[in-house]
């Protein structure tokens, strides 16, 4: 049984791998294109803001800019997959990071604006929640720097 010859295949498995790697590159251009398409409409959506700056525009300004900071930060490791660079995680702690900041600066808005329509003081009742989730934000933040911190700082990449 050793000495027989290996059956050749159907198909050329070599080339339908090339194909197969090629498709997958084209997919991941096409995403990283559509993710920049994203980016851009946001901003050039948020750019009629800046002309009427007041606080609910202005706070929307600075959630849509926040948001293409994601959006950009999704394309890093689509670009480093494209120059078969090892995979990283520190863009996706990065988008954490981001995301956290850019839900507290919401809750805080959302409060300021709901407090000063109300004209009075807010209860303990309706803080609570809100301290909750901001709390909740800042210790996500913080584990996800501690995260970044040590992988920033371990030379152990994992290979794509």
């Not at 807010?122 to 992988?151: D, F, K, Q």
Request: hydrophobic share 55%; glycine share 4%.
């Amino acid at each position: 049984m050793e000495n027989e010859p290996k059956k050749p295949y159907f198909l050329n498995v070599r080339m339908l791998r090339q194909v197969l790697i090629g498709v997958d590159d084209l997919l991941h251009f096409a995403v990283a294109l559509v993710l920049a398409l994203c980016g851009i409409i946001f901003l050039a959506r948020t750019l009629p803001n800046l002309l009427h700056p007041d606080v609910s525009t202005l706070l929307q300004v600075l959630n849509d800019v926040l948001l293409v900071l994601i959006i950009m930060e999704l394309m890093w490791p689509i670009i480093r997959f494209l120059k078969r660079e090892p995979f990283i995680l520190n863009p996706f702690l990065y988008i954490g990071i981001i995301s956290c900041v850019r839900r507290i600066l919401l809750i805080e808005a959302e409060h300021s604006m709901v407090g000063k329509a109300a004209g009075h003081e807010t209860s303990w009742e309706a803080l609570w929640p809100m301290l909750t989730e901001m709390g909740a934000n800042v210790v996500i933040i913080l584990v996800l720097a501690i995260a970044l911190r040590l992988v920033g700082s371990s030379p152990a990449k994992i290979e794509a």
